[in-house]
């Protein structure tokens, strides 16, 4: 499957924005699904996850009551809504895929494809 990603931009913070994560050459139901952020100078963090058929989902704790993750796999599309941005959500925002168990979903090392990410600046 390919993944990308977009939806990125500047906002204010309290501000709002939607990620989109458009899939392609295979059905979206055969994966579980995630989007991760970087930082400059941190690490890949996980932000959120939802399984294949969107009947489980997981949050950060750091973006929990903000971010809210879907699906519609009938578009073959996954989103990240993110209200209340604060300047610690800016970063460079990855969607990924992984055909494995969603017991790991938190963790990269559990995804074989990624998106080229798209950037989301929030101003204070």
């Known amino acids: 499957v390919q993944l990308q990603a977009s939806g990125g931009g500047l906002v204010q913070a309290g501000g709002s924005l939607r990620l989109s994560c458009a899939a392609s050459r295979r059905p979206l139901t055969h994966y579980n699904m995630a989007w991760f952020r970087r930082a400059p100078a941190n690490d890949r963090e996980f932000v959120a996850a939802i399984s294949w058929s969107g009947g489980s989902v997981r949050y950060a704790d750091s973006v929990k009551g903000r971010f809210t993750i879907s699906r519609d796999n009938a578009k073959n599309m996954v989103y990240l809504q993110m209200n209340s941005l604060k300047p610690e959500d800016a970063a460079v925002y990855y969607c990924?895929?992984?055909?494995?168990?969603?017991?790991?979903?938190?963790?990269?090392?559990?995804?074989?494809?990624w998106g080229q990410g798209t950037k989301v600046t929030v101003s204070s």
């Open positions: 990924a895929g992984t055909p494995r168990s969603y017991e790991n979903i938190w963790s990269n090392l559990n995804y074989d494809y």
